[in-house]
């Protein structure tokens, strides 16, 4: 078990140090597959490395698609999310939300995948580049 401990662990070290960029640190570290969720179906995971060269610009269109229906100043959300400063600020619950797959809603019809979602959470993980 010590072995496997510090093999685990020099993985981890190795993993973050060839990373890109600064990784930001997430207190919250949520599972996927929130208690509304089919655990079957989400595919959200926190991401280990930085992508290389993601902007705000390359998120924006997936928020758009997927979040702004609800999360704008003139529907139902409880905070917009239109702008570089109104996403970056909720950052930290956007990724909760994005891991534990209770966002987008099961029922709104809409779904990130896990592609869109990696996106996301590897652009806020790693410094939410403007």
């Known amino acids: 078990m010590r072995l496997y401990r510090i ?9 973050v140090s060839g990373c890109s960029g600064e990784l930001e640190s997430f207190e ?3 599972q996927h597959g929130g208690a509304d969720t089919d655990p079957a179906s ?5 991401p280990i490395t930085c992508p290389a060269d993601v902007t705000y610009a390359d998120v924006a269109p997936v928020l758009e698609e997927k979040c702004v229906w609800c999360h704008s100043q ?11 400063e ?4 909720w ?15 099961p029922d709104s ?9 990696s996106l996301i959470l590897g ?4 410094g939410a580049a403007r």
């Open 74 to 84: 003139t529907q139902d959300g409880p905070w917009p999310l239109t702008t570089y």
């Open 7 to 15: 093999n685990h662990w020099l993985l981890v070290a190795l993993a």
């Open 86 to 89: 109104e996403v970056t600020a």
């Open 109 to 117: 019809g809409l779904e990130l995948t896990a592609e869109e979602a």
């Open 42 to 46: 989400c595919s959200a995971r926190s």
């Open 28 to 30: 919250d570290e949520p």
């Open 91 to 105: 950052k930290h619950k956007i990724r909760s939300d994005i891991l534990s797959c209770s966002m987008p809603p």
């Open 123 to 126: 652009w806020l993980r790693c």
